[in-house]
């Protein structure tokens, strides 16, 4: 990953020193383990601060909307197929955008990993495919591979889609990987399992919309959950509320999510969100033949009308 | 939007589309018929997604 990290900066002095962009937004070091905070470096000097490593699981391209600026961005696989939603979406103009493209091997998950000890984590190192974390009484090793982040794992996109430069040479695609193992099962309850899976998995939800506030694709000016005239949908952790706030920010992803999983990384209490998101993803591949983010050319399938457009729903 | 509703657990038969043009008032009448039908076939819903009074612990 230092690899990374020394190309990283050395593009992103290029790229400010000759005038090509007026920023570049990567990752820079947070201020807790597993916690890297996105970075927006305007001079060569805050470019020394950008860096890489497994837990750059933010999605970056949540901070190039409706931007005026030339933008350098760093973009993994899933960041480069949300940019490419951005400019379908007309929220920047793919001229504006110097993608700097990484080839990723996943993200840690930083949930599984607090998980597994009793006692606060202090450092997390990373070297090649091992991580050692450790604490004050204890020092662990751990593969990487064992705490991907679920949606790392069964990524079949870890190469950008879309970029002007590489940091790395591209890394091989995952292709023996199911994306939507657990939506088939949930698929294979009946009607009361199903609405108590989802009763339990939102449960412990506390409103606090981090999951809405990471996810590039959530930038109406005034969101439907925060608007009072008229009032959508409740404030309060009455379970109804809750549910209803959960299906509509998943349907309002539906075709344009690519699971870079944001949504559970941020969330405190740990909550399963992709299950609601992943299930569009799965009807939009089957019925559609379509994944969000792959091309610049195509427009997405719930803003297009074709005459066999599958229509067993409607009577 | 079917498919994800049934998928979180709303029983297939209580949600239905249908387009009705505003003179098709006969096609109207049969499709409000048949879904009142087929959704008293169903059990109540439980007061799923009806607010009744805040809960309080």
């Not at chain 1, 439907?224 to 209803?244: A, H, M, N, Y």
């Not at chain 2, 059990?43 to 009744?52: E, F, G, L, S």
Request: hydrophobic share 35%; glycine share 4%.
């Amino acid at each position: 990953m230092k690899e990374y990290t020394e190309k990283i900066r050395e593009i992103a002095k290029r790229l400010l020193n000759d005038g090509t962009v007026d920023m570049v937004i990567g990752f820079r070091k947070g201020t807790l383990p597993m916690m890297n905070q996105p970075h927006i470096a305007t001079c060569t000097d805050s470019a020394d601060e950008l860096m890489w490593d497994s837990n750059c699981g933010l999605n970056l391209a949540n901070y190039v909307t409706d931007r005026k600026e030339k933008i350098g961005i760093v973009a993994k696989g899933c960041d480069s197929r949300n940019l490419v939603t951005h400019v379908i979406e007309n929220k920047i103009k793919r001229d504006q955008l110097y993608i700097i493209g990484i080839p990723c091997s996943g993200m840690i998950d930083h949930h599984k990993i607090t998980a597994m000890f009793d006692t606060d984590i202090t450092s997390v190192k990373e070297s090649g495919e091992s991580i050692t974390i450790s604490g004050n009484d204890f020092s662990k090793k751990l593969i990487k591979q064992d705490v991907l982040c679920e949606n790392c794992a069964a990524c079949t996109h870890r190469n950008p889609v879309e970029y002007d430069e590489l940091v790395a040479d591209l890394v091989e695609e995952q292709t023996d990987v199911d994306p939507y193992e657990s939506v088939t099962e949930i698929e294979s309850m009946d009607a009361e399992e199903k609405w108590n899976y989802f009763e339990d998995l939102i449960s412990p939800c506390i409103r606090c919309y981090a999951c809405r506030n990471a996810c590039p694709l959530c930038y109406c000016p005034t969101c439907f959950v925060d608007e009072s005239t008229p009032q959508w949908v409740g404030k309060s952790q009455d379970p109804i509320d809750v549910r209803t706030f959960h299906l509509l920010r998943a349907f309002h992803c539906a075709g344009r999510c690519t699971d870079c999983g944001a949504c559970e990384r941020v969330c405190p209490m740990g909550i399963k969100i992709r299950e609601f998101t992943k299930k569009l993803n799965k009807d939009c591949l089957e019925l559609y033949g379509w994944e969000a983010g792959l091309s610049l050319d195509e427009r997405p399938p719930l803003d297009t009308f074709k005459t066999d457009d599958p229509d067993e729903f409607i009577k | 939007m079917k498919n994800f509703l049934e998928h979180t657990g709303i029983e297939p038969g209580r949600l239905h589309f249908s387009w009705i043009s505003s003179a098709e008032s006969t096609k109207f009448v049969d499709v409000v018929k048949k879904i009142t039908h087929e959704v008293k076939m169903l059990d109540p819903a439980n007061k799923r997604y009806v607010k009744t009074e805040p809960k309080v612990d």
